[in-house]
């Protein structure tokens, strides 16, 4: 993992803009399968990342809090697996080490952007939720709350039990007082976004310091909204400070879920555009959903194919034929051995291969 910040000065057709810097990238391809953390205090691990579990102190706590939590799994492609609380109080927190320091940011660079991929729960029944978010840490007590109280500037809020994705920020409610506010992503905005159990998508946020701007993007899901928070509308520019996965039980929560992480990228830049927006899922290449898959697979066609003659074939890893689809609005692999396969797309004219993973 790149724990310091780089220079990007070249790739300006990437959606990076001028002189971006990497402050985290990370594919988790380079670690060994295991535990991952090197401890549940906070102490970074040789790669950079650090975590935190606690089973709770109130009845009922969890007990599952411990390294295991966190771990790296090989699912045809090395991936974080974060295990949640199995009970109403305990709490897991993981982040990138060191700290952000946004004093180091090259001048113009204002927006803090950050991209994952996550393989979403398939637990319905888990009244928990997740965070993954960039906070301010108010170190003097400067807003209220008590000194070293955590603002969310930006990022997103997660409930498995009814499938829902929101943003997360900051604003003020009826007191005057700032606390955490749940921003509505579906279409109408009035409500999160609906997402499909054990599907995979790509999370990303970019969060402007002069304005107080967030953007909140989810490809996969037609997501794409804009607001400005409380620390922008009182013309606050607070830096940085933390970017946090977090994993809480709460009231009635038994039992556990592990969800997934990877192509994990944080970037200070001059725009607002996401890099792996361009790199990764832009209108020239396709996207095939849920990833890993466990029946239905759906496809959203690169805007370049033709899409009433496009077909898709299904070989294995050893290149043998298994399946032929007319059909690319039905696909099931629901009769296939688990494994990782190749998903192939044409339409006669173009060809795009992506790799498919059956749970």
Known sequence: MKKVLLSLS????????????????????????????????????????????????SAPTSTNAGVDQVQIVDQGGKKMATTSPNSSTGSLYVWPEPLIDWSTRDAGNDYLKMSTQVTLPETLNYTGNIRWAVSYIDVNDDLGGGGGAY???????????????????????????????????????????????????????????????????????????????VFGQFEMALPPDEIDMELYGSAGTTGAYTMYWDNYDVTFGSTSAMATQDIRIDNSVSTVYPNPAKDQVRVKLAQNFNSAKTTATLTNMSGKLVANFANINDINVSNLPAGVYILTLTDGKLTESKKLIKK
């Open 151 to 229: 603002h969310y500037l930006g990022g997103y809020y997660i409930t498995p039990a009814d499938s829902k994705i929101y943003g997360l920020s900051t604003g003020l409610n009826s007191t005057g007082q700032i606390q955490p506010f749940l921003y509505q992503l579906n279409a109408d905005n009035s409500d999160g976004i609906q997402y499909t159990p054990g599907s995979t998508v790509t999370l990303q946020m970019a969060y402007h310091v002069p304005t107080g701007e967030v953007v909140w993007s989810i490809p996969e899901l037609g997501v794409q909204r804009t607001i400005i928070n």
């Open 10 to 57: 070249v790739v300006l057709g990437l959606g990076l803009g001028l002189n971006a810097q990497v402050y985290v990238s990370d594919n988790f391809e380079s670690y060994n399968t295991g535990v991952f953390a090197v401890d549940i205090a906070g102490s970074p691990n040789a790669h950079g990342w650090a975590v935190f579990s606690s089973n709770g102190s």
